[in-house]
């Protein structure tokens, strides 16, 4: 059975609100080294006090200062342990990379703030712990690969941001990453082309995943592919903000998308969110394939606030209780589908990803199935895919 398009209409399930269209409070640039909020309003840091063991190894209290002056300059990789971190010196020059098995490094966060710098190579690191003060991200610069990262907790300070462009150029490459309950988007990702693959964005607030091409030729192309986007909880507003709108996928400037192979979940009733997938700027092209949309709140599956939009449809499928209205498509329509829906520690291969802020994974929803393909996207066509699957061979380190 299809499911009708209604273009750009307010009429959904019986139950759902109007379209709203939330100030977009992350547009104005705004410094790192910002004043301290007040302390954190949804309850006790749950970091383990400095010179303790922690709660999952109660042994190891390393301090990880030693390796990462060594990443400076130099490619270095960190043995498997738990390690105390007091938040900055996460500087990947070069390469950075976690020893062992997906999820065998861990930095306890028990001071400072959550702050790195990407300029080559980070791969196989979680961060545990929410951020303590001021502003909290890994600024990603043009080039830079994130191949694996997982921060579960994030963190509810009005500039918190796991992972975000300070300026456009060369294509960025994210994979294999979780980031959960930031205040102030998940990854704001939206200066350059990025590519992002097997990677899961849970419960952030503005925006769970943000892309765009801010700074770069408007004929770009990002990829989003294998990838999780889910509201299962109310998420972190901030201490100064007062807003809820946790939208989904954010595409804020002209260009090229691609979405391919990913999931869109919203099972959060309450949820004010502009929309799952939500077109905020002019002459988008974004096209989605063999992606599967559920959508239990009033939110619509794709809401259009700009000009000159459009979608393409292809194998997508969408189901839930909630709101089922869409905007700006060009061609290509819904199936009623009930499929499979991974955990996020299945897309991206960290058991810590289940763990995330306001994620439950028991819930019924998730866990049945969703196989991640071994070489995603090598079934589009060299005509479709040819020129980013160029793009994202030659980023591999």
Same mark, same amino acid.
């Given at each position: 059975?299809?499911?009708?398009?209604?273009?750009?209409?307010?009429?959904?399930?019986?139950?759902?609100?109007?379209?709203?269209?939330?100030?977009?409070?992350?547009?104005?640039?705004?410094?790192?080294?910002?004043?301290?909020?007040?302390?954190?309003?949804?309850?006790? $840091?749950?970091?383990?006090?400095?010179?303790?063991?922690?709660?999952?190894?109660?042994?190891?209290?390393?301090?990880?200062?030693?390796?990462?002056?060594?990443?400076?300059?130099?490619?270095?990789?960190?043995?498997?342990?738990?390690?105390? @971190?007091?938040?900055?010196?996460?500087?990947?020059?070069?390469?950075?990379?976690?020893?062992?098995?997906?999820?065998?490094?861990?930095?306890?966060?028990?001071?400072?703030?959550?702050?790195?710098?990407?300029?080559?190579?980070?791969?196989?690191?979680?961060?545990?712990?929410?951020?303590?003060?001021?502003?909290?991200?890994?600024?990603?610069?043009?080039?830079?690969?994130?191949?694996?990262?997982? @921060?579960?907790?994030?963190?509810?300070?009005?500039?918190?941001?796991?992972?975000?462009?300070?300026?456009?150029?060369?294509?960025?490459?994210?994979?294999?990453?979780?980031?959960?309950?930031?205040?102030?988007?998940?990854?704001?990702?939206?200066?350059?082309?990025?590519?992002?693959?097997?990677?899961?964005?849970?419960?952030?607030?503005?925006?769970?995943?943000?892309?765009?091409?801010?700074?770069?030729?408007?004929?770009?192309?990002?990829?989003?592919?294998?990838?999780?986007?889910?509201?299962?909880? $109310?998420?972190?507003?901030?201490?100064?903000?007062?807003?809820?709108?946790?939208?989904?996928?954010?595409?804020?400037?002209?260009?090229?998308?691609?979405?391919?192979?990913?999931?869109?979940?919203?099972?959060?009733?309450?949820?004010?969110?502009?929309?799952?997938?939500?077109?905020?700027?002019?002459?988008?092209?974004?096209?989605?394939?063999?992606?599967?949309?559920?959508?239990?709140?009033?939110?619509?599956?794709?809401?259009?606030?700009? $000009?000159?939009?459009?979608?393409?449809?292809?194998?997508?499928?969408?189901?839930?209780?909630?709101?089922?209205?869409?905007?700006?498509?060009?061609?290509?329509?819904?199936?009623?589908?009930?499929?499979?829906?991974?955990?996020?520690?299945?897309?991206?291969?960290?058991?810590?990803?289940?763990?995330?802020?306001?994620?439950?994974?028991?819930?019924?929803?998730?866990?049945?199935?969703?196989?991640?393909?071994?070489?995603?996207?090598?079934?589009?066509?060299?005509?479709?895919?040819?020129?980013?699957?160029?793009?994202?061979?030659?980023?591999?380190?």
């Amino acid at each position: 059975m299809l499911i009708s398009i209604a273009v750009a209409s307010t009429v959904g399930i019986a139950g759902c609100g109007s379209d709203g269209d939330s100030k977009d409070v992350t547009d104005e640039s705004t410094d790192r080294n910002g004043v301290s909020t007040d302390s954190e309003t949804d309850g006790p $840091s749950d970091t383990p006090p400095e010179g303790e063991g922690t709660e999952n190894d109660p042994g190891q209290v390393d301090d990880i200062d030693v390796f990462l002056r060594e990443a400076n300059g130099d490619e270095v990789t960190i043995p498997p342990g738990t390690y105390e @971190w007091r938040g900055t010196g996460l500087t990947a020059n070069s390469k950075i990379v976690g020893g062992g098995d997906q999820g065998d490094v861990v930095l306890e966060l028990v001071s400072g703030t959550m702050d790195g710098t990407v300029h080559g190579t980070l791969e196989n690191i979680v961060v545990r712990g929410r951020n303590l003060e001021s502003k909290a991200g890994i600024d990603f610069h043009p080039g830079g690969v994130i191949d694996g990262f997982c @921060w579960p907790e994030g963190g509810n300070r009005d500039q918190d941001r796991a992972i975000y462009h300070p300026t456009g150029g060369e294509r960025t490459v994210i994979r294999d990453t979780c980031v959960a309950g930031l205040a102030n988007n998940g990854a704001y990702v939206d200066k350059a082309p990025v590519t992002v693959e097997r990677s899961a964005f849970l419960n952030n607030n503005i925006a769970n995943l943000r892309v765009g091409h801010a700074d770069v030729d408007t004929t770009s192309k990002s990829v989003i592919r294998n990838t999780l986007i889910a509201v299962t909880s $109310s998420p972190r507003v901030g201490v100064d903000a007062s807003t809820q709108n946790p939208v989904g996928l954010r595409i804020r400037h002209p260009g090229q998308f691609v979405i391919e192979n990913c999931w869109l979940v919203f099972t959060e009733d309450g949820s004010s969110a502009d929309g799952l997938v939500e077109l905020r700027g002019d002459d988008i092209e974004a096209e989605f394939r063999n992606t599967h949309f559920y959508n239990d709140s009033e939110a619509p599956l794709i809401a259009n606030i700009g $000009s000159n939009n459009s979608v393409t449809l292809t194998d997508c499928t969408a189901t839930g209780c909630g709101r089922m209205s869409t905007a700006a498509i060009d061609s290509g329509s819904f199936t009623e589908s009930d499929a499979p829906v991974p955990l996020p520690s299945t897309v991206t291969s960290f058991p810590q990803a289940d763990e995330s802020y306001g994620f439950d994974a028991s819930n019924e929803i998730f866990g049945a199935g969703g196989e991640i393909p071994e070489h995603p996207g090598e079934n589009v066509s060299s005509e479709q895919g040819g020129n980013y699957e160029s793009e994202i061979e030659h980023r591999e380190l």
